[in-house]
Protein backbone atom coordinates (compact mmCIF):
# COMPACT_ATOMS: atom_id res chain seq x y z
CA UNK A 1 0.00 0.00 0.00
CA UNK A 2 1.53 3.29 -1.15
CA UNK A 3 0.55 6.22 1.68
CA UNK A 4 0.34 9.48 0.25
CA UNK A 5 0.59 13.18 2.33
CA UNK A 6 -2.64 14.87 2.48
CA UNK A 7 -2.31 18.45 0.81
CA UNK A 8 0.17 20.43 3.01
CA UNK A 9 -0.43 18.94 5.61
CA UNK A 10 2.03 16.36 7.37
CA UNK A 11 -0.93 13.60 7.74
CA UNK A 12 -0.05 10.29 5.68
CA UNK A 13 -3.07 8.55 3.83
CA UNK A 14 -3.10 5.63 2.43
CA UNK A 15 -4.12 5.56 -1.24
CA UNK A 16 -7.09 3.64 -0.95
CA UNK A 17 -10.00 4.63 1.82
CA UNK A 18 -12.51 2.38 3.66
CA UNK A 19 -15.92 4.28 2.64
CA UNK A 20 -18.72 3.26 5.09
CA UNK A 21 -21.87 4.48 3.79
CA UNK A 22 -22.86 0.72 3.26
CA UNK A 23 -22.73 0.27 7.36
CA UNK A 24 -26.40 -0.57 8.95
CA UNK A 25 -28.07 0.44 5.41
CA UNK A 26 -31.50 2.01 6.97
CA UNK A 27 -33.65 4.49 4.86
CA UNK A 28 -32.39 5.68 1.65
CA UNK A 29 -29.21 3.80 2.59
CA UNK A 30 -30.60 0.83 2.26
CA UNK A 31 -30.31 0.56 -1.91
CA UNK A 32 -26.36 1.10 -1.41
CA UNK A 33 -25.97 -1.66 1.00
CA UNK A 34 -26.70 -3.01 4.50
CA UNK A 35 -23.32 -4.62 6.32
CA UNK A 36 -23.98 -5.38 9.85
CA UNK A 37 -21.60 -5.59 12.22
CA UNK A 38 -20.07 -8.27 11.98
CA UNK A 39 -19.57 -8.08 8.67
CA UNK A 40 -18.08 -4.34 8.79
CA UNK A 41 -15.96 -5.69 11.45
CA UNK A 42 -14.62 -8.18 8.84
CA UNK A 43 -14.14 -5.67 6.30
CA UNK A 44 -12.28 -3.33 8.21
CA UNK A 45 -9.67 -5.90 9.48
CA UNK A 46 -9.48 -6.84 5.68
CA UNK A 47 -8.66 -2.95 4.65
CA UNK A 48 -6.23 -2.52 8.02
CA UNK A 49 -4.67 -6.18 7.16
CA UNK A 50 -4.10 -4.45 3.66
CA UNK A 51 -2.25 -1.49 5.01
CA UNK A 52 -5.29 1.30 4.17
CA UNK A 53 -5.02 3.38 7.29
CA UNK A 54 -7.91 5.85 6.53
CA UNK A 55 -11.84 4.71 7.26
CA UNK A 56 -14.72 7.40 6.14
CA UNK A 57 -17.71 7.62 7.50
CA UNK A 58 -20.65 11.04 8.07
CA UNK A 59 -23.27 11.10 10.55
CA UNK A 60 -26.02 10.84 8.12
CA UNK A 61 -25.24 7.68 7.05
CA UNK A 62 -28.27 5.44 8.00
CA UNK A 63 -28.87 8.37 10.25
CA UNK A 64 -25.37 7.50 12.54
CA UNK A 65 -25.56 3.65 12.85
CA UNK A 66 -22.89 3.51 10.56
CA UNK A 67 -20.51 5.61 13.02
CA UNK A 68 -21.95 2.93 15.49
CA UNK A 69 -20.85 0.26 13.82
CA UNK A 70 -17.28 1.78 13.11
CA UNK A 71 -16.70 2.82 16.76
CA UNK A 72 -18.15 -1.07 17.58
CA UNK A 73 -15.67 -2.96 15.10
CA UNK A 74 -12.84 -0.95 16.32
CA UNK A 75 -13.58 -1.69 19.65
CA UNK A 76 -10.57 0.61 21.21
CA UNK A 77 -8.13 -2.20 20.25
CA UNK A 78 -7.65 -1.11 16.79
CA UNK A 79 -8.50 3.05 17.22
CA UNK A 80 -4.85 3.52 16.93
CA UNK A 81 -4.26 1.37 13.76
CA UNK A 82 -6.65 3.75 11.61
CA UNK A 83 -7.39 7.46 11.10
CA UNK A 84 -11.09 8.48 10.66
CA UNK A 85 -13.02 10.87 8.83
CA UNK A 86 -16.79 12.07 9.00
CA UNK A 87 -19.14 14.77 7.79
CA UNK A 88 -21.57 16.98 9.08
CA UNK A 89 -23.99 19.62 7.08
CA UNK A 90 -27.07 17.19 6.10
CA UNK A 91 -30.55 17.12 7.78
CA UNK A 92 -30.01 14.91 10.94
CA UNK A 93 -33.63 15.60 12.08
CA UNK A 94 -36.85 17.36 12.55
CA UNK A 95 -35.92 20.91 13.93
CA UNK A 96 -34.73 24.24 12.43
CA UNK A 97 -30.84 23.63 14.01
CA UNK A 98 -30.70 20.29 12.41
CA UNK A 99 -28.95 20.82 9.33
CA UNK A 100 -26.41 23.83 8.08
CA UNK A 101 -22.73 24.61 8.68
CA UNK A 102 -23.55 26.90 11.72
CA UNK A 103 -21.52 26.71 14.47
CA UNK A 104 -24.45 25.55 16.58
CA UNK A 105 -24.95 22.25 14.29
CA UNK A 106 -21.66 21.72 13.82
CA UNK A 107 -20.41 21.48 17.10
CA UNK A 108 -23.05 19.57 18.05
CA UNK A 109 -23.08 17.37 15.46
CA UNK A 110 -18.78 16.77 16.16
CA UNK A 111 -19.59 16.10 19.53
CA UNK A 112 -22.74 13.53 18.72
CA UNK A 113 -20.32 11.65 16.06
CA UNK A 114 -17.55 11.70 18.95
CA UNK A 115 -19.73 9.66 21.37
CA UNK A 116 -20.95 7.36 18.33
CA UNK A 117 -17.67 6.58 17.35
CA UNK A 118 -16.02 5.91 20.82
CA UNK A 119 -13.06 7.83 20.33
CA UNK A 120 -11.72 11.29 21.36
CA UNK A 121 -11.20 13.34 18.21
CA UNK A 122 -12.10 12.93 14.55
CA UNK A 123 -8.95 13.08 12.15
CA UNK A 124 -10.70 14.59 9.30
CA UNK A 125 -14.03 16.52 9.65
CA UNK A 126 -15.31 17.87 6.76
CA UNK A 127 -18.10 20.21 6.30
CA UNK A 128 -20.65 17.97 3.59
CA UNK A 129 -21.76 20.42 0.97
CA UNK A 130 -22.06 23.81 0.70
CA UNK A 131 -24.77 26.03 3.01
CA UNK A 132 -25.69 29.26 1.66
CA UNK A 133 -27.71 30.61 4.53
CA UNK A 134 -24.43 30.24 7.28
CA UNK A 135 -21.64 32.72 6.08
CA UNK A 136 -18.71 31.13 5.62
CA UNK A 137 -17.13 32.96 8.30
CA UNK A 138 -18.92 31.73 10.69
CA UNK A 139 -18.57 27.86 9.15
CA UNK A 140 -14.41 28.64 9.18
CA UNK A 141 -14.71 29.89 12.93
CA UNK A 142 -16.32 26.77 14.15
CA UNK A 143 -13.77 24.31 12.94
CA UNK A 144 -11.14 26.04 13.89
CA UNK A 145 -12.78 26.11 17.60
CA UNK A 146 -13.46 22.29 16.99
CA UNK A 147 -9.65 21.96 16.18
CA UNK A 148 -8.42 24.28 19.21
CA UNK A 149 -10.49 22.01 21.75
CA UNK A 150 -8.49 19.11 20.14
CA UNK A 151 -12.31 17.34 19.04
CA UNK A 152 -10.81 17.44 15.31
CA UNK A 153 -7.24 17.33 14.06
CA UNK A 154 -7.39 18.37 9.80
CA UNK A 155 -10.47 19.74 8.49
CA UNK A 156 -12.16 19.56 4.78
CA UNK A 157 -14.73 19.85 2.15
CA UNK A 158 -16.90 17.78 -0.14
CA UNK A 159 -18.63 18.21 -3.26
CA UNK A 160 -17.93 22.04 -2.32
CA UNK A 161 -17.61 24.12 -6.32
CA UNK A 162 -14.29 26.17 -7.03
CA UNK A 163 -15.68 29.56 -5.87
CA UNK A 164 -16.86 27.89 -2.68
CA UNK A 165 -13.09 26.50 -1.83
CA UNK A 166 -11.31 29.64 -2.73
CA UNK A 167 -14.10 31.94 -0.59
CA UNK A 168 -13.26 30.09 2.69
CA UNK A 169 -9.29 29.53 1.73
CA UNK A 170 -9.34 33.19 1.47
CA UNK A 171 -11.11 33.15 4.68
CA UNK A 172 -9.22 31.36 6.68
CA UNK A 173 -5.74 32.91 5.37
CA UNK A 174 -7.43 36.40 6.40
CA UNK A 175 -8.28 35.47 9.50
CA UNK A 176 -5.10 32.92 10.61
CA UNK A 177 -7.53 29.84 11.23
CA UNK A 178 -7.30 26.26 10.36
CA UNK A 179 -7.69 25.65 6.83
CA UNK A 180 -8.79 23.06 4.89
CA UNK A 181 -6.24 20.14 3.82
CA UNK A 182 -8.48 18.34 1.77
CA UNK A 183 -11.54 18.27 -0.29
CA UNK A 184 -13.59 15.38 -1.23
CA UNK A 185 -15.00 15.26 -4.33
CA UNK A 186 -16.83 12.82 -7.27
CA UNK A 187 -14.61 12.37 -10.03
CA UNK A 188 -14.24 9.11 -12.56
CA UNK A 189 -13.11 8.29 -15.74
CA UNK A 190 -17.54 9.30 -16.48
CA UNK A 191 -17.26 12.08 -14.58
CA UNK A 192 -14.17 14.59 -15.07
CA UNK A 193 -15.92 18.34 -14.95
CA UNK A 194 -13.06 18.21 -11.34
CA UNK A 195 -10.31 18.95 -14.38
CA UNK A 196 -11.81 22.19 -14.81
CA UNK A 197 -11.87 23.74 -11.57
CA UNK A 198 -11.23 21.51 -8.37
CA UNK A 199 -8.20 19.70 -9.48
CA UNK A 200 -6.24 22.92 -10.38
CA UNK A 201 -7.31 24.45 -7.49
CA UNK A 202 -6.28 21.69 -5.33
CA UNK A 203 -2.51 21.91 -7.08
CA UNK A 204 -2.57 25.55 -6.65
CA UNK A 205 -3.73 25.76 -2.81
CA UNK A 206 -2.35 22.06 -1.77
CA UNK A 207 -5.17 20.68 -1.00
CA UNK A 208 -5.44 16.67 -0.91
CA UNK A 209 -8.21 15.32 -2.92
CA UNK A 210 -10.21 12.08 -1.87
CA UNK A 211 -12.61 10.22 -4.33
CA UNK A 212 -15.93 9.61 -3.31
CA UNK A 213 -17.46 6.75 -5.32
CA UNK A 214 -14.75 6.11 -8.10
CA UNK A 215 -16.51 3.33 -9.68
CA UNK A 216 -19.67 5.19 -9.85
CA UNK A 217 -21.36 3.48 -7.99
CA UNK A 218 -20.24 0.25 -9.81
CA UNK A 219 -21.15 1.25 -12.68
CA UNK A 220 -17.79 1.47 -14.10
CA UNK A 221 -17.03 -2.21 -12.40
CA UNK A 222 -17.41 -3.76 -15.71
CA UNK A 223 -20.17 -5.97 -14.34
CA UNK A 224 -22.87 -3.97 -16.15
CA UNK A 225 -23.26 -3.53 -19.87
CA UNK A 226 -25.85 -1.68 -21.84
CA UNK A 227 -28.58 -3.49 -21.57
CA UNK A 228 -27.79 -4.53 -17.71
CA UNK A 229 -29.12 -1.89 -14.81
CA UNK A 230 -27.25 -1.76 -11.91
CA UNK A 231 -28.79 -2.89 -8.65
CA UNK A 232 -28.58 0.26 -7.27
CA UNK A 233 -30.71 2.24 -10.27
CA UNK A 234 -33.18 -1.04 -9.56
CA UNK A 235 -33.24 -0.02 -6.52
CA UNK A 236 -34.17 3.92 -7.25
CA UNK A 237 -30.26 5.17 -6.10
CA UNK A 238 -29.61 7.37 -8.73
CA UNK A 239 -26.52 8.99 -7.09
CA UNK A 240 -24.09 9.79 -8.89
CA UNK A 241 -25.95 10.85 -12.04
CA UNK A 242 -24.78 9.93 -15.79
CA UNK A 243 -25.56 12.14 -18.31
CA UNK A 244 -24.28 10.60 -21.03
CA UNK A 245 -24.94 6.53 -21.20
CA UNK A 246 -23.50 6.36 -24.58
CA UNK A 247 -20.27 7.78 -23.75
CA UNK A 248 -20.33 5.20 -20.26
CA UNK A 249 -20.46 1.92 -22.04
CA UNK A 250 -17.64 2.88 -24.34
CA UNK A 251 -15.55 3.75 -21.69
CA UNK A 252 -16.42 0.44 -19.67
CA UNK A 253 -15.65 -1.43 -23.16
CA UNK A 254 -12.55 0.30 -23.17
CA UNK A 255 -11.69 -0.84 -19.31
CA UNK A 256 -13.08 -4.23 -19.95
CA UNK A 257 -10.64 -4.55 -22.93
CA UNK A 258 -7.73 -3.43 -20.92
CA UNK A 259 -8.46 -5.96 -17.89
CA UNK A 260 -8.67 -8.53 -19.76
CA UNK A 261 -5.53 -8.30 -21.31
CA UNK A 262 -4.15 -7.71 -17.60
CA UNK A 263 -5.79 -10.27 -16.03
CA UNK A 264 -7.46 -8.09 -14.19
CA UNK A 265 -10.59 -6.64 -13.18
CA UNK A 266 -12.31 -3.47 -15.10
CA UNK A 267 -13.07 -1.67 -11.70
CA UNK A 268 -8.91 -2.41 -10.96
CA UNK A 269 -8.36 -0.30 -14.03
CA UNK A 270 -10.31 2.54 -12.94
CA UNK A 271 -9.26 2.61 -9.71
CA UNK A 272 -5.72 3.00 -11.20
CA UNK A 273 -6.17 5.40 -13.51
CA UNK A 274 -7.52 7.73 -10.89
CA UNK A 275 -4.75 7.09 -8.91
CA UNK A 276 -2.34 8.44 -11.57
CA UNK A 277 -4.03 12.21 -11.76
CA UNK A 278 -2.41 14.81 -10.28
CA UNK A 279 -3.35 15.93 -6.61
CA UNK A 280 -5.25 12.71 -5.94
CA UNK A 281 -4.67 11.04 -2.35
CA UNK A 282 -6.76 8.51 -1.88
CA UNK A 283 -10.01 6.55 -3.46
CA UNK A 284 -12.87 5.89 -1.41
CA UNK A 285 -14.14 2.39 -1.62
CA UNK A 286 -16.97 0.37 -0.62
CA UNK A 287 -17.93 -3.08 -0.93
CA UNK A 288 -21.21 -5.08 -0.29
CA UNK A 289 -18.94 -8.63 0.36
CA UNK A 290 -15.59 -9.61 1.23
CA UNK A 291 -15.07 -10.44 -2.62
CA UNK A 292 -15.71 -7.25 -3.91
CA UNK A 293 -13.84 -5.72 -1.39
CA UNK A 294 -10.44 -7.79 -2.04
CA UNK A 295 -10.52 -7.01 -5.85
CA UNK A 296 -10.96 -3.43 -5.02
CA UNK A 297 -7.78 -3.90 -2.40
CA UNK A 298 -5.59 -5.11 -5.46
CA UNK A 299 -5.89 -1.99 -7.49
CA UNK A 300 -3.07 -0.37 -5.22
CA UNK A 301 -0.55 -2.25 -6.82
CA UNK A 302 -1.76 -1.62 -10.14
CA UNK A 303 0.59 0.29 -12.29
CA UNK A 304 -0.91 1.25 -16.28
CA UNK A 305 1.06 1.79 -19.03
CA UNK A 306 1.36 5.15 -20.65
CA UNK A 307 -0.56 3.41 -23.73
CA UNK A 308 -3.44 2.31 -21.41
CA UNK A 309 -3.71 5.57 -19.73
CA UNK A 310 -4.00 7.24 -23.45
CA UNK A 311 -6.49 5.15 -24.80
CA UNK A 312 -8.74 5.91 -21.38
CA UNK A 313 -7.71 9.30 -21.59
CA UNK A 314 -9.14 9.77 -25.38
CA UNK A 315 -12.21 7.65 -24.63
CA UNK A 316 -13.54 9.41 -22.01
CA UNK A 317 -12.51 12.86 -22.60
CA UNK A 318 -14.48 15.52 -21.63
CA UNK A 319 -15.38 18.55 -23.98
CA UNK A 320 -13.06 21.56 -23.85
CA UNK A 321 -15.16 24.65 -21.68
CA UNK A 322 -12.92 27.60 -22.88
CA UNK A 323 -11.33 26.61 -26.40
CA UNK A 324 -9.79 30.80 -26.29
CA UNK A 325 -8.48 30.25 -22.38
CA UNK A 326 -7.23 26.86 -23.25
CA UNK A 327 -5.18 28.21 -26.21
CA UNK A 328 -3.54 30.83 -24.80
CA UNK A 329 -2.18 29.57 -21.69
CA UNK A 330 0.56 27.13 -21.41
CA UNK A 331 0.27 24.17 -18.70
CA UNK A 332 2.83 25.83 -16.36
CA UNK A 333 1.04 28.92 -16.36
CA UNK A 334 -2.27 26.81 -15.27
CA UNK A 335 -1.06 24.45 -12.97
CA UNK A 336 2.33 24.68 -11.98
CA UNK A 337 5.21 22.10 -11.65
CA UNK A 338 5.32 19.80 -14.83
CA UNK A 339 4.80 16.52 -12.69
CA UNK A 340 1.34 18.12 -11.79
CA UNK A 341 0.11 18.72 -14.56
CA UNK A 342 -3.62 17.59 -15.96
CA UNK A 343 -3.52 16.30 -19.35
CA UNK A 344 -3.73 19.40 -21.76
CA UNK A 345 -5.59 17.84 -24.41
CA UNK A 346 -8.16 17.12 -21.98
CA UNK A 347 -8.80 20.48 -20.08
Known sequence: MEYRTLGRSGLKVSTLTLGTMTFGGTGPFAAVGNSDLGEARRMIDMCIDAGINLIDTANVYSNGLSEEIIGEALGGKRRNDVLIASKARMRIGGGPN???????????????????????????????????LTPVEETVA?????????????????????????????????????????QQIHYTLEAREAEYELLPISVDQGLGVLVWSPLAGGLLSGKYHRDSPTARQLAGWSEPPIRDEDRLWRIVDVLVE???????SAAQVALAWLLGRP?????????????????????ASL?????ERQRLDAVSRPPVLYPYWHQQLTAKDRFGPADMVLDRSVI
Not at 156 to 163: A, I
Not at 303 to 307: F, G, N, T
Open 258 to 264: IGKARGV
Open 142 to 182: ALDTLVNQGKVRYIGCSNWSGWQVMKALGVSDSRHQQRFVT
Open 303 to 307: ALSPE
Open 98 to 132: DEGLSRHHLIRECEKSLKRLKTDVIDIYFVHQWDG
Open 279 to 299: AVSSLVIGARNDAQLKDNLAA
